[in-house]
């Protein structure tokens, strides 16, 4: 099946400082790219979706002057947590769309990242 | 608009027991739904989906769910189950007018020995 990886898989950051989180399709083009954000213990709540070469579309509640999104190629997508704070500690997972995927849309997700703002 | 629920935050069973999951869901169109399998510290697996056709699904793992549109159930069940099992489970949906998923906020199994 279709892989996404995510790098770091985990990061410790100083509060204040911005931390990057990369998202890739391994083995396919993926036209669209989801941020999800996790609490422990919790389910996930999508953040934004990406489209390649336009802007990200965020969910009611989601900064997007906090957190940045591009999607600069068919198969990288990158979320930019800016002046971390611990709340923003979590568990970052993306997912990506095949643009060439059945109609149900089916989505491939990444192994997570797992942040914390001390 | 689109949710999940997921009725039980924890299930304990067996091993060699019935594993019985369940999830309703709310759509304003005809749903694709999914269950996804979530391992500590690790992103989501896919277990089966249902998007049309057969409202028994078969996925892997020897999982199955099946689709029930008069009760708007989406229940997963495995006849017998393994440690291997335990896991964060969740239930999610999509409608055709949207690409994002909407998750249920998961179901823990414990597996005893």
């Known amino acids: 099946g279709a892989v996404v990886s995510q790098h770091p898989s985990w990061v410790i950051c100083k509060s204040g400082t911005s931390v990057k989180i990369e998202c890739r399709s391994l083995?396919?083009?993926?036209?669209?790219m989801f941020w999800y954000r996790q609490f422990p213990k919790q389910s996930l709540m999508l953040m934004a979706t990406?489209?390649?070469?336009?802007?990200?579309?965020?969910e009611q509640g989601v900064e997007k002057d906090k957190f940045l999104i591009n999607h600069a190629s068919l198969t990288l997508s990158t979320l930019t947590v800016t002046s971390a704070h611990p709340e923003d500690s979590s568990f970052y997972i993306c997912?990506?769309?095949?643009?060439?995927?059945?109609?149900?849309?089916?989505?491939?997700f990444g192994p997570g990242t797992r942040l914390t703002v001390t | 608009a689109q949710s999940v629920t997921q009725l039980g935050s924890h299930v304990s069973v067996s091993e060699g027991a019935l594993v019985l999951l369940r999830c309703n869901y709310s759509?304003?169109?005809?749903?694709?739904l999914f269950w996804y399998v979530q391992y500590p510290n690790q992103g989501l697996q896919l277990l089966l989906k249902?998007?049309?056709?057969?409202?028994l699904v078969k996925g892997i793992n020897g999982f199955e769910a099946e689709f029930k549109k008069s009760e708007t159930s989406f229940h997963l069940t495995k006849p017998s189950a393994h440690m291997s099992d335990a896991a964060e489970y969740f239930c999610a949906v999509k409608g055709t007018g949207r690409r994002a998923l909407t998750f249920g906020s998961g179901t823990r199994l414990q597996v005893q020995p």
């Open positions: 249902y998007t049309t056709g057969a409202t």
């Open positions: 083995d396919f083009q993926a036209t669209t």
């Open positions: 997912s990506a769309r095949d643009g060439g995927g059945s109609p149900a849309g089916e989505q491939y």
């Open positions: 759509s304003s169109v005809p749903p694709y």
């Open positions: 990406s489209n390649e070469g336009s802007k990200a579309t965020y």
